[in-house]
């Protein structure tokens, strides 16, 4: 998701600071206990949320950190203990990290103006660069404070290293000794961060991730392993075409199956409450439900996609960018080129489909959950439950990965699981699961998109003009997104990276055709940027062939003004070796992106297979995020989205038969596996710019890199999405 953009994210004041940490009740409080046992997070966030709001010390001298942001494997809560624990000269084996409760005063994605808290974008990272930081160098300040005061010393002459504070005459505490005394010293009023050279943990390049262990042990709490006592859990039965309802439904079979307590419906459907999921589902399957049709979506894929093309050889159109004459160009031009592409509706396909767990107690509603837009999900359930937002707690775990599909405007499973809630009286927590079928079946996707694209070139073969035609859904039509789409209706997620191509064309049109079928849309790792950056590095590599030049020598000259796209353009050409001979059968392909303010390049090397498809077989990436945080986070994230990406080029698609989804489970919506996943090899510039994100950015170049690859290898250019689709042992 990408609600909100900013070339450069706006730092927090020390007032503002301050601010969210009184808000919460008290200033910069240490030395809290945290409960243990199961529900440890869930208690611990609620007394943070009591007493402060972005780090708290224990007895044990623990630092807990409450992250403003969800982790669903992307690393950021090792990315924000790593902030913390550096200007606080914490040991990293105290680091702690947990989901702080939805609360936009304290925990606003500053990226986006700091007015919603948030997970989306790549931003967490940099939403978070400044205020940690200050955090822990607000904790330390106030530690030395109180070791000064209990020693009678100086408070210049206390040293902290590694959570130990100490005092040349030999004396020595604990974070944890000191904790109560330090939560009683005011705030420093002016806070020196450290200086680059100083730096212990960012860009440590051999610091562990805070979730390994628990992830490779077991322990790790997922959504999906949340039990209250009591609870009960409910399956719903949902109309197979999009914009369907409920006609009619006899809840009598289901009732019958041994464990299921309850049928209600709701507004997304029928659901049957059991005492376990097994017997919740087997209830779902004895359900008799009529649909009614009326208002659904009953279009094909074929349908729709004949529709977009005929829009986007002649339709209405609005304007993105338009950069000197176009169409004066193409009237001059002695060659034009033009091609069309087609991009398919693409499943989010978490590892973990979605789920939620809610109780309504003492006039509190609770929601676990992996939530990405917790305060917008506040309200939802507020409004449901007729309750004020601030009477919504919403515990945020570490859901088993998302891409996108828990950062929902119409919030579908925090709605089911607060209308069940209410429809059963709240008598019990119900927890909502959905299968792998109802996800694919019944999710939100990655737009449908068909492009269509021109080039202009004069008599000496010069690039004069450009033209760009994107046909597809809107994701922010009809959300509460929608104001960001403005008066000129073109939705920017749309048409990002196309919009902002930065390649050096004297006349360049982007235009816009937004159709509105009813099959619900949604940002989907990367978002705009997964089928410009195909488009755009296609295209771009076949005028260069079609004028005789190399690839990377026809970039270069187009970017002479963006030093940081030639920054990893040069890196990933020297890194890979471009130019050099391969070993026979082998090809090589190259495209350049930049996404959510950072900038990547690829090569990839592929051989052809006897059946005719292809295998990648080494991926060479160069990224310019910033400061590297965390450079091994970062390049697991390149080599993740490298793995996504290309999973989604070579076989991923979402189609439609009479409105109904075809897919339901792997074995039709196929992803990369294992024995498809190739080399990879990540470099990272090295900078002194403020860090941007890495968790989307190494998607969208794959694609279009191994594109160039295969026309390298065969002649033939892949338009049609996915490559599945095509049989190049026919060309």
């Not at 087609?342 to 989010?348: D, G, N, R, S």
Request: glycine content about 10%.
């Amino acid at each position: 998701m990408r609600p909100l953009t900013f070339a450069s994210p706006p730092r927090p004041s020390r007032r503002q600071f301050l601010i969210g940490t009184a808000a919460a009740g008290a200033g910069l409080t240490l030395g809290f206990h945290i409960p243990k046992g199961p529900m440890a997070g869930a208690l611990a966030a609620e007394s943070a949320d009591a007493v402060n709001a972005y780090l708290r010390i224990a007895p044990d001298s623990t630092v807990t950190v409450f992250s403003a942001h969800m982790d669903g494997g992307q690393g950021i809560y090792t990315g924000i203990a790593t902030l913390v624990a550096e200007e606080l000269d914490a040991d990293w084996s105290q680091m702690h990290v947990e989901g702080a409760y939805g609360n936009p005063k304290l925990y606003g994605n500053m990226t986006w103006g700091g007015a919603v808290q948030g997970t989306g974008g790549s931003s967490s990272v940099a939403s978070s660069w400044e205020r940690y930081r200050r955090a822990g160098a607000l904790g330390r300040a106030m530690l030395a404070e109180a070791a000064s005061s209990r020693w009678g010393v100086p408070a210049s002459e206390i040293v902290i290293d590694k959570g130990v504070v100490s005092h040349a005459s030999g004396q020595r505490a604990t974070f944890g000794e000191l904790a109560d005394a330090a939560a009683q010293v005011a705030p420093p009023s002016d806070i020196a961060l450290k200086a680059p050279e100083n730096w212990a943990y960012i860009g440590r390049e051999d610091l562990h991730r805070l979730d390994n262990v628990s992830k490779t042990n077991g322990q790790h709490q997922f959504p999906i392993d949340v039990y209250l006592p009591g609870m009960v859990t409910a399956v719903l039965a949902r109309p197979p075409r999009f914009g369907g309802k409920v006609r009619s439904f006899d809840p009598a079979s289901a009732r019958q199956v041994k464990g299921v307590v309850d049928v209600v419906e709701t507004p997304r459907g029928v659901a049957v409450v059991a005492k376990d999921t097994w017997s919740a589902l087997q209830g779902r399957e004895a359900l008799t439900v009529e649909w009614d049709d009326g208002e659904a979506e009953m279009r094909g894929t074929a349908e729709l996609m004949a529709e977009y093309r005929e829009l986007a050889r002649g339709g209405q159109a609005v304007v993105a960018r338009n950069d000197g004459d176009a169409e004066a160009a193409f009237a001059e031009a002695a060659r034009v080129i033009e091609a069309e592409f087609e991009f398919p509706y693409l499943a989010h396909a978490a590892m973990e489909p979605l789920d939620a767990v809610a109780t309504f107690e003492n006039g509190v509603l609770e929601i676990w959950a992996g939530h990405q837009m917790p305060d917008l999900y506040q309200q939802v359930g507020a409004e449901i439950m007729g309750i004020e937002p601030s009477a919504v707690k919403l515990h945020v775990m570490m859901p088993g990965g998302f891409f996108g599909r828990r950062a929902v405007p119409d919030a579908d499973v925090i709605v089911e699981v607060v209308s069940i809630l209410k429809a059963t009286g709240a008598k019990a927590p119900v927890k909502v699961v959905w299968t792998r079928e109802d996800d694919m079946k019944g999710g939100r996707y990655r737009p449908m998109y068909v492009h269509r694209l021109q080039a202009a070139l004069d008599q000496g073969g010069a690039l004069t003009g450009w033209r760009h035609r994107i046909v597809g859904q809107s994701i922010m039509a009809g959300t509460p997104f929608e104001a960001m789409i403005g008066k000129d209706s073109v939705d920017p997620t749309s048409v990002e990276g196309a919009s902002n191509l930065p390649y050096a064309i004297p006349n360049m049109q982007v235009d816009l055709v937004t159709t509105k079928p009813q099959v619900p849309v949604l940002w989907w790792r990367a978002v705009g940027s997964t089928h410009t950056a195909y488009s755009t590095e296609v295209f771009l590599d076949e005028v260069a062939e079609a004028t005789g030049q190399d690839p990377v020598a026809f970039r270069r000259a187009l970017l002479q003004d963006h030093p940081r796209h030639m920054g990893v353009l040069d890196l990933v050409v020297e890194k890979s070796g471009w130019g050099t001979p391969l070993p026979e059968g082998r090809f090589r392909g190259i495209a350049v992106h930049e996404s959510f303010n950072t900038y990547v390049a690829q090569v990839v090397e592929i051989a052809l297979r006897p059946d005719g498809g292809i295998k990648v077989e080494r991926a060479v990436c160069a990224v310019d995020c910033g400061i590297a945080v965390n450079p091994d986070v970062i390049r697991a994230q390149m080599e993740g989205g490298i793995g996504f990406g290309l999973g989604a080029v070579l076989k991923s698609e979402i189609t439609l038969n009479g409105g109904e989804v075809e897919q339901g489970n792997f074995d039709t919506y196929q992803v990369l596996t294992i024995e498809d996943m190739p080399r990879v090899e990540v470099h990272i510039v090295p900078s002194q710019e403020a860090p941007t994100g890495v968790g989307e950015p190494g998607v969208p170049p794959i694609g279009p890199a191994v594109a160039n690859a295969v026309f390298a290898a065969t002649g033939k250019r892949i338009r049609i999405l996915p490559f599945s689709k095509t049989d190049l042992g026919t060309v």
